[in-house]
């Protein structure tokens, strides 16, 4: 990487984690890492998640109390305001990245500043500032 796409990397680096969204998502999920039941509530239902996609792929049948909990537990984690921060946290950062990593993208594929209509395929969704 030359001096310069270095530098001008790092001050795009120092742009994104300055923008107010940024810092608002920043502080979502450092609330979310303090709070211990939230992380736990979380994890607990990535695991029963996991295991039913497990057994799903292994082509045994799902039961539907198995399904119920699950949905409960999803219910439970949702209603949780730190955990829905930080899922939400979680989406908006994956768009923010999508959206950036599509820019650099066009930009080297095409040899120039993508404009919208290059960017239109495949949105990346709202809220990016890719349209």
Do not use: W
């Not at 082509?59 to 198995?66: F, I, N, S, W």
């Not at 409960?72 to 768009?95: I, M, P, W, Y």
């Amino acid at each position: 990487m030359t001096p310069i796409i270095k530098a001008k990397t790092q001050e795009l680096c120092e742009t994104i984690i300055a923008q107010p969204e940024m810092i608002a998502i920043r502080k979502r999920i450092d609330t979310f890492m303090a709070d211990d039941g939230a992380r736990t509530q979380y994890e607990t239902l990535m695991s029963k998640g996991q295991a039913l996609q497990e057994k799903q792929h292994h082509g045994q049948a799902l039961e539907p109390a198995e399904i119920s909990a699950f949905e409960k537990d999803r219910e439970s984690l949702l209603g949780n305001a730190v955990a829905r921060g930080f899922l939400d946290a979680q989406e908006e950062l994956h768009d923010m990245q999508h959206c950036i990593q599509k820019h650099i993208s066009k930009t080297i594929e095409l040899g120039r500043i993508p404009v919208a209509a290059d960017l239109e395929e495949g949105s990346c969704g709202s809220g990016c500032g890719c349209h």
